[in-house]
């Protein structure tokens, strides 16, 4: 089991500190926003934070082994279902506090029963990608509760990480993964939009769904930029940004700038 040097309501509290007194942003265009409905299959977990079972348990494998998802539902439950059900898994946010969020969902994706049925899935791109189309980040603006937008902004992350896997991506044809592309790259700019919410961070998993993406894909411009670049290099094996803030913005136009080259 992974040991996380923070746990998810210090970091739900940080987020807090950092929103708090931010204004909202003024966007004047009118904004949809409806929740994504709930499979009516998503697992259901008997033992989760708050219920009394949750408190007996001491290790982190204890809990891992106490949110698995039966054999015997992973056979029925639709492909939807699992998507919903790594939603609310009980440790999702674990992603988030290993030394980097890559490693974190890469540990899930072996450890979590959900997740390695998921990406059994031939449909589980397709899937992952309808899902994701349906989310929007101007719509963070309709939330009050500044712990309600961080759980919102994290939402996206534990969707993109997904896509972002060579496990899902193999399953899409290229044409998907243009598409795909044009999505991340949309939610980047309207994620910058509320930057103030989402932050670098969320930026950065968008970049990291269009640069896995192409890589996957062997697009050989990004290919040669990759191997001309170890932060870009370091960046598409861990999600982790660099440091110096130029650095920083050098690497993600890069990735932006040959996304749109790569989804023309």
């Given amino acids: 089991m992974l040991y996380y040097k923070?746990?998810?309501?210090?970091?739900?509290?940080?987020?807090?500190?950092?929103?708090?007194?931010?204004?909202?942003?003024?966007?004047?265009?009118?904004?949809?926003?409806?929740?994504?409905?709930e499979p009516k299959d998503t697992y259901i977990y008997p033992i989760k934070p708050g219920t009394p079972e949750w408190g007996t348990l001491v290790s982190g494998d204890e809990r891992l082994n106490?949110?698995?998802?039966?054999?015997?539902?992973?056979?029925?439950?639709?492909?939807?279902?699992?998507i919903q059900s790594?939603?609310?898994?009980?440790?999702?946010?674990?992603?988030?506090?290993?030394?980097?969020?890559?490693?974190?969902?890469?540990?899930?994706?072996?450890?979590?029963?959900?997740?390695?049925?998921?990406?059994?899935r031939n449909d589980a791109g397709e899937k992952l990608y309808e899902w994701y189309k349906q989310m929007n980040p101007l719509c963070i603006n309709r939330l009050t509760?500044?712990?309600?937008?961080?759980?919102?902004?994290?939402?996206?992350?534990?969707?993109?990480m997904l896509?972002?896997?060579?496990?899902?991506?193999?399953?899409l044809a290229t044409s998907?993964?243009?598409?795909?592309?044009?999505?991340?790259?949309?939610?980047?700019n309207n994620k910058n939009k509320y930057a103030v919410y989402f932050?670098?961070?969320?930026?950065?998993?968008?970049?990291?769904?269009?640069?896995?993406?192409?890589q996957n894909a062997f697009y050989q411009p990004f290919l040669a930029e990759v191997q001309h670049s170890l932060i870009l290099e370091q960046f598409l094996n861990t999600c982790l940004l660099p440091a110096d803030k130029e650095l920083r913005s050098e690497l993600m136009t890069s990735i932006l700038n040959h996304s749109l080259e790569f989804i023309k």
């Fill in 6 to 37: 923070l746990n998810y309501v210090v970091l739900l509290a940080f987020v807090s500190i950092q929103l708090s007194g931010c204004k909202k942003h003024d966007d004047s265009a009118q904004v949809s926003c409806s929740d994504i409905p």
């Fill in 66 to 82: 106490a949110c698995q998802i039966p054999y015997s539902t992973l056979q029925s439950i639709s492909t939807e279902g699992l």
């Fill in 86 to 120: 790594w939603l609310n898994f009980p440790l999702v946010n674990e992603i988030l506090l290993g030394n980097s969020v890559q490693r974190g969902t890469e540990f899930f994706i072996d450890n979590f029963s959900g997740l390695q049925e998921l990406c059994k």
């Fill in 145 to 160: 509760s500044d712990i309600d937008r961080g759980a919102y902004t994290f939402s996206f992350t534990y969707i993109e």
């Fill in 163 to 171: 896509l972002a896997q060579d496990t899902i991506l193999n399953k």
């Fill in 176 to 188: 998907q993964k243009k598409l795909l592309v044009s999505e991340a790259v949309s939610k980047y």
């Fill in 199 to 214: 932050g670098s961070f969320g930026a950065a998993t968008c970049m990291f769904v269009c640069g896995k993406s192409m």
